[in-house]
């Protein structure tokens, strides 16, 4: 039963666009994250969100922004987009330091 | 270093058999979770246990944290239980993160 919602799944783009994927979640939790996971399917936190504060903010490059307008969206924005952003980028919620709960992925391909 | 690891990197099974993956974490875990993602699709969280043992279905963890340390134990396995797991730890309290293991790869023949 899927409660964490990514849009859109798939998307395929050229250097230097904008990207953004969207995130909700209906489980009520208050906090949320965005994951990477590489080609070697690799998984890394890039943000997570606590009722709309931003405790997470791992090494990530400037054009990656996290956007929150309450705790049940995350959304992500890649302002210009490089070939290494070629990923999936996982949406997660949980209660603080909670169970966490995965959306499907967003795989981002950059051409 | 590498804070989780996991082993086997991959590990081949005939349908029936068990399966047993560890993980060790190099601090102290104050929450511990197994995935299960088949290739392409999404991760699914399989068992929540920060410490003792869980079971749902025919999967069994074990967590000893003062060891640093977890299991995940398949029982009879399926082919579609075919793919790969991962381990996740919080390093630390309250840290708001989950650090994740590289993944066993799981493959049941028939």
């Known amino acids: 039963e899927t409660a964490v919602f990514q849009t859109p799944n798939y998307h395929v783009t050229q250097v230097g666009n904008e990207v953004s994927f969207n995130c909700k979640q209906t489980l009520g939790h208050d906090t949320m994250y965005w994951y990477k996971q590489d080609s070697k399917k690799l998984l890394k936190i890039m943000f997570s969100y606590n009722n709309k504060q931003l405790i997470v903010n791992e090494t990530v490059p400037r054009r990656f922004s996290p956007q929150s307008s309450d705790k049940a969206h995350l959304n992500l924005r890649i302002k210009s987009v490089e070939p290494e952003d070629s990923a999936v980028y996982l949406c997660?919620?949980?209660?603080?330091?909670?169970?966490?709960?995965f959306g499907e992925g967003s795989k981002l391909t950059v051409l | 270093g590498q804070q989780v690891q996991q082993s086997p990197a991959s590990l081949v099974l005939q349908e029936g058999e068990n399966a047993e993956l560890q993980c060790n974490f190099s601090?102290?875990?104050?929450?511990l979770q197994w995935f299960y993602q088949r290739p392409g699709g999404s991760l699914v969280s399989l068992l929540y246990n920060p410490s003792g043992t869980k079971h749902t279905g025919r999967l069994t963890s074990t967590t000893v944290t003062k060891e640093r340390r977890s299991s995940l134990h398949i029982s009879s396995s399926q082919i579609t239980d075919s793919g790969t797991y991962f381990c996740?730890?919080?390093?630390?309290?309250?840290?708001?993160?989950?650090?994740f293991g590289h993944g066993t790869i799981l493959r049941v023949h028939p």
């Open positions: 601090s102290t875990a104050t929450q």
């Open positions: 996740a730890m919080e390093p630390g309290a309250n840290t708001g993160k989950l650090t």
């Open positions: 997660a919620s949980s209660y603080y330091t909670g169970q966490l709960y």
